[in-house]
């Protein structure tokens, strides 16, 4: 396969056929993201894609799980985007998922019709990143949207039929336990409101070449220590009343504290566990720095 650049993939997306579409991504303007900086976005030509599509055939023969990279690879072109899927359908019979990421944005200039199409031609699942619900917040990490906004977005999507994952961003409050809560509760009632199929809780790593990581350089922000996380994280599932079903997951390398369940049903066992680490406070429950990454 042909790619240009770092690619990046959702954890769940670990053997999925990864499909460059897009170089980098459309926004590119969050302030914690260090992904595609160095990376001036493009959509790919159609016929390379279709080209990598025929070498992946040769090089891994039928494949089940696809996901379609880089950052906010949905910008392309509607017609477009249902050529590509009609290939990988047509080359690879036992198809049974194709994953993309999708901003708010992306999703919000979208036809509802647009999108119930690429639904019907194959797209199964998307990734949005909410990152907080807090509105203050959400307009300092320049996510390019209103909380109202975000949730239309989240809404629209799964109206299409396409399955949605959406993630958080634990600590991107900063160590002031007042805007923490807040963060955490707003995010909570957001997502209540988008009620996803899927749910991840990350913990902000500061990246150089981010604007967060230059802020902590000249003293103007700070991470919040391991404990309050927890504690954030806490205050996060405490509101949490979503509509569905919802796989609920904190357990990406970048965070303190490994945890898993689906929500409604292990809400309390979450929250059980939670306010036992609190309580004890013996780092051993958590996992050490040298182990986290992005």
């Not at 958080?168 to 923490?180: F, R, S």
């Not at 990581?213 to 994280?233: D, H, S, T």
């Amino acid at each position: 396969m042909r790619y240009e650049g770092l690619i990046y993939r959702p954890p769940s997306e670990a053997f999925s056929l990864i499909l460059q579409v897009t170089i980098g991504c459309s926004h590119n303007k969050c302030t914690f993201c260090s992904m595609y900086k160095q990376k001036k976005y493009r959509v790919r030509e159609l016929a390379e894609i279709e080209a990598d599509i025929r070498m992946a055939k040769i090089a891994y023969g039928d494949v089940e799980k696809v996901f379609l990279a880089d950052g906010d690879a949905l910008a392309v072109e509607t017609e477009t985007l249902l050529r590509i899927l009609v290939t990988l359908r047509q080359t690879f019979p036992s198809l049974r998922h194709i994953g993309i990421y999708a901003s708010p944005g992306t999703i919000l200039r979208k036809t509802p019709e647009e999108l119930k199409s690429l639904y019907q031609t194959g797209l199964t699942m998307a990734y949005l990143g909410v990152e907080t619900g807090d509105a203050n917040l959400l307009q300092e990490i320049q996510k390019g949207v209103t909380p109202e906004e975000m949730i239309a977005a989240g809404q629209k999507l799964i109206r299409s039929g396409i399955l949605l994952s959406c993630t958080v961003i634990l600590g991107l409050a900063g160590p002031d336990w007042g805007k923490t809560e807040r963060h955490a509760r707003e995010t909570a009632l957001l997502i209540n409101q988008i009620s996803p199929h899927y749910l991840a809780a990350l913990t902000l790593m500061l990246e150089p070449g981010t604007i967060l990581y230059r802020k902590r350089q000249r003293g103007e922000f700070q991470l919040p220590e391991p404990y309050a996380i927890i504690a954030e994280l806490q205050v996060l599932v405490k509101h949490l009343e979503v509509q569905r079903a919802c796989i609920f997951r904190s357990n990406h390398a970048s965070n303190y504290l490994p945890i898993k369940g689906t929500l409604p049903q292990d809400q309390k066992a979450i929250l059980k566990a939670l306010d036992q680490v609190l309580q004890k406070k013996e780092d051993k429950y958590l996992r050490p720095d040298y182990l986290r990454g992005l």
